[in-house]
């Protein structure tokens, strides 16, 4: 059982690394080439459609299945492989408290920011949003990425 729920904080661990760096790769920087006008619509779009159950099953897959895995004694687990997997599980938390607490936030903003009245001009809201997202998602994506390097690590 510890070796299946291992293998399964590695895989969702894995997916959700790979969903990161591709906004950080791709989507981000695609956005960034469209007017305030295009970002926008787009942006918030995005928002709606990515908290779906295929993605809130792996945004909680990412802390449970590891913690799951630790929880079961293993007689043949190293205290290393165990540190690991401690580690790993340390950073995929960070990531969901940079999520929870900033990328999210400045979602709702945005989400709020189209339905204000008065509408403020389509340059200054994304100013309010874009670099701190970025920022903030950069880290993200950095610490899933540990996250996952390091459950790999705890499994060999």
């Not at 709702?108 to 009245?117: D, G, V």
Request: one cysteine or more; a neutral charge.
């Amino acid at each position: 059982m510890a070796t299946l729920l291992l293998a399964l904080a590695i895989i969702f661990n894995g997916l959700y690394a790979g969903f990161m760096l591709t906004f950080q790769t791709a989507i981000m920087p695609s956005l960034a080439k469209l007017t305030d006008d295009q970002f926008l619509p787009v942006m918030r779009r995005i928002n709606e459609v990515v908290p779906r159950p295929l993605f809130l099953l792996t945004f909680a897959g990412i802390i449970v299945f590891p913690a799951l895995a630790l929880a079961i004694s293993v007689d043949d687990r190293t205290d290393t492989q165990q540190w690991l997997l401690v580690a790993g599980l340390a950073c995929a938390v960070i990531n969901h408290l940079i999520t929870i607490a900033g990328n999210i936030p400045l979602n709702n903003a945005l989400a709020a920011s189209e339905n204000a009245t008065p509408t403020a001009p389509a340059a200054e809201v994304r100013a309010a949003f874009e670099p701190r997202w970025n920022q903030l998602h950069v880290v993200r994506t950095l610490f899933t990425i540990a996250a996952f390097a390091l459950m790999v690590s705890a499994a060999l």
